[in-house]
């Protein structure tokens, strides 16, 4: 015949009066289900793992115990874009208009979206278009100042040409410099015969009183640094080994040297206390020795 203790058992029912008594009270079986939410929200609960930050933890878990999305969700916290605000007001109207490039010399128009008001203004992107300014010679100052035997006018001129088309790249300068019709010329020779000019121009146009920025180029030690730069480009791997070895022997020696210094330091700090310590003995042993003041024998009577 089955007890109460098996009618609680079925009806996972609980309480310390009913274990008691042994009797099922009308508010075990109301107050059943609060019960067994409370055992579920006590198996939910977890605690930190030892060695775990409390920040990192709490990226994992949620003030509700809640597990981690599987999915990226957008919160309202931390940093994000603001939101356009939109209103009743009329948008602005954009009008498809024409359009030049001062960058251009040809006056090829073109065409894009712009806003109404801006109608007639210039092209907002001009102002990135800068240019270099290139010197321009006289006739005149060419024969008196700037006539050199190994260069022609005509080759100069070819020169300045290029140098104001291709904005001084003088790599392009050198891929597009006509060697049929002059001399064939590297480009440190062209560098040179550039600023050259530009440095005289400078001199000849300046005012009297006024400090002179003179461009200047070693055209020999730019010659020199690219047959240092192609020699190490065209090293053999056994010279690179050879290197790397020389390398950790200097390394090595210039340890042992930083030892030996600090050894031959060591020394002479010992050397210089022990010099202090004999000289202070000697002075003890010199100092002459203060006589105590003896007693007066009390004559007997």
């Not at 003030?63 to 919160?75: G, I």
């Not at 712009?114 to 321009?136: H, I, L, S």
């Not at 310590?277 to 003890?284: C, F, I, K, L």
Request: with cysteine; glycine share 4%; hydrophobic share 30%.
């Amino acid at each position: 015949m089955a007890t109460g203790a098996d009618v609680r058992d079925i009806l996972e029912l609980g309480g310390v009066e009913s274990e008691n008594t042994g009797t099922i009270n009308k508010k075990d079986i109301i107050n059943s289900d609060k019960k067994k939410s409370k055992k579920s929200s006590e198996t939910l609960t977890f605690k930190r793992p030892e060695g775990m930050h409390r920040e990192v933890y709490a990226l994992l878990y949620s003030d509700k115990k809640d597990a981690p999305p599987l999915l990226p969700s957008d919160t309202t916290q931390g940093y994000r874009t603001v939101k356009a605000k939109l209103g009743s007001k009329k948008v602005r109207p954009w009008k498809w208009m024409p359009f030049t490039n001062p960058a251009r010399k040809d006056g090829a128009m073109f065409y894009h979206w712009r806003r109404a008001a801006e109608e007639g203004k210039d092209y907002p992107f001009a102002r990135f278009n800068k240019t270099v300014q290139v010197p321009v010679y006289s006739e005149q100052e060419y024969q008196m100042y700037l006539h050199d035997d190994a260069w022609t006018k005509a080759e100069t001129d070819h020169l300045f040409d290029l140098a104001r088309r291709f904005d001084l790249r003088f790599v392009v300068i050198h891929d597009r410099y006509d060697h049929q019709q002059f001399k064939k010329r590297s480009v440190e020779d062209l560098k040179e015969r550039y600023y050259h000019i530009c440095a005289k121009l400078t001199n000849i146009r300046a005012a009297p009183g006024t400090d002179l920025k003179i461009p200047v180029f070693d055209a020999g030690h730019e010659r020199r640094r690219k047959e240092q730069l192609e020699r190490l480009y065209n090293r053999t791997p056994e010279q690179v080994a050879e290197e790397e070895y020389l390398i950790q022997e200097l390394r090595k020696i210039e340890t042992r040297k930083k030892e030996r210094e600090k050894r031959t330091q060591d020394l002479q700090k010992l050397i210089t206390a022990a010099d202090t310590t004999t000289e202070q003995r000697r002075a003890e042993r010199k100092a002459p020795k203060k006589k105590l003041p003896q007693k007066k024998e009390t004559e007997k009577p």
